[in-house]
C-alpha cells in the first residue's frame, strides 16, 4: 500500500455532465501529480501541484482542471464530459527520496 | 516530442528464467528512471527507479541505464508466475518533481 487513496473507485457518467476525482496523498508528500490511462496505454500527465500551485501541465484542454488543498490533498474535475475521457485516473504523490511517485488506486471513469 | 518506447509484448518466459524488458527514451534531459508492474485492472506499482549509469539491483530485480544510448533495462530474475503483469518504464526530468512520460508497457508472462 502507497497510501495515496482515491475515491470514487468507479464512476458512471453521461457525455456533457461533469465530475470531480479526489485524492488524498501520503503523509508528508506535498506534490500531486494527475494521469489519465487509457486501456492499453500508459499513463499520460494531466497535470502537477505542488504546495497548492498547479506547477506543469499535459497536453489536455481546459476542461481538465484541478485544484490541490492546505493539507495537500486534491481534486480533479472534468468538465463536459466526451466519451473518449472514459480512462482509468489516476493520482500520484511524490516522495522525499529522490522524487519517487507512488500511485493511488485510480478512479475508472466510463462515459456514455 | 517527448517519448518513450517498449516493445509491447507479450514476453513470454518459462519459470525460473530471466526475463529481459527494454526501454528506450528521446529526451536526452531525462535524469531519473522507473519501472513499474501493473496487474490487470490495478494502479501501477513502483518496483525500481535508476537516475546513475550502470546496474542497480534489489532483490530479483535489476535496472539498468546506459543515458549515452538513451536506453533503460529491467531483468527480472528467478521469474515467478506471479510476476506476470504490464511492467511500464517512465522517464522524469530534473526539478523538485517533474512529470513522467511512460511507454505503453510490456506485457510479461511467466509460464509454468
Known amino acids: 500500500e502507497t497510501g495515496v487513496t482515491q475515491s470514487p473507485t468507479h464512476l458512471i457518467k453521461t457525455r456533457g455532465q461533469q465530475v470531480t476525482l479526489r485524492c488524498s496523498s501520503q503523509?508528508?508528500?506535498?506534490?500531486v501529480s494527475w494521469y489519465q490511462q487509457a486501456l492499453g496505454q500508459g499513463p499520460q500527465f494531466i497535470f502537477q501541484y505542488y504546495r497548492e500551485e498547479e506547477n506543469g501541465r499535459g497536453n489536455f484542454p481546459p476542461r481538465f482542471s484541478g485544484l490541490q488543498f492546505p493539507n495537500y490533498s486534491s481534486e480533479l474535475n472534468v468538465n463536459a464530459l466526451e466519451l473518449d475521457d472514459s480512462a482509468l485516473y489516476l493520482c500520484?504523490?511524490?516522495?522525499?527520496?529522490?522524487?519517487?511517485?507512488?500511485f493511488g488506486p485510480g478512479t475508472r471513469l466510463t462515459v456514455t | 516530442q517527448k517519448e518513450v518506447e517498449q516493445n509491447s509484448g507479450p514476453l513470454s518466459v518459462p519459470e525460473g528464467a530471466i526475463a529481459s524488458l527494454n526501454c528506450t527514451y528521446s529526451?536526452?534531459?531525462?535524469?531519473?528512471f522507473f519501472w513499474y508492474r501493473q496487474y490487470s485492472g490495478k494502479s501501477p506499482e513502483l518496483i525500481m527507479s535508476i537516475y546513475s549509469n550502470g546496474d542497480k539491483e534489489d532483490g530479483r530485480f535489476t535496472a539498468q541505464l546506459n543515458k549515452a544510448s538513451q536506453y533503460v533495462s529491467l531483468l527480472i530474475r528467478d521469474s515467478q508466475p506471479s510476476d506476470s503483469a504490464t511492467y511500464l518504464c517512465?522517464?522524469?526530468?530534473?526539478?523538485?518533481?517533474?512529470?513522467?512520460?511512460f511507454g505503453t508497457g510490456t506485457r510479461l508472462q511467466v509460464t509454468l
Open positions: 529526451d536526452r534531459g531525462s535524469q531519473s
Open positions: 503523509s508528508g508528500h506535498n506534490t
Open positions: 517512465a522517464a522524469g526530468g530534473t526539478g523538485t518533481a517533474s512529470k513522467l512520460t
Open positions: 500520484a504523490s511524490t516522495g522525499t527520496v529522490r522524487h519517487e511517485q507512488y
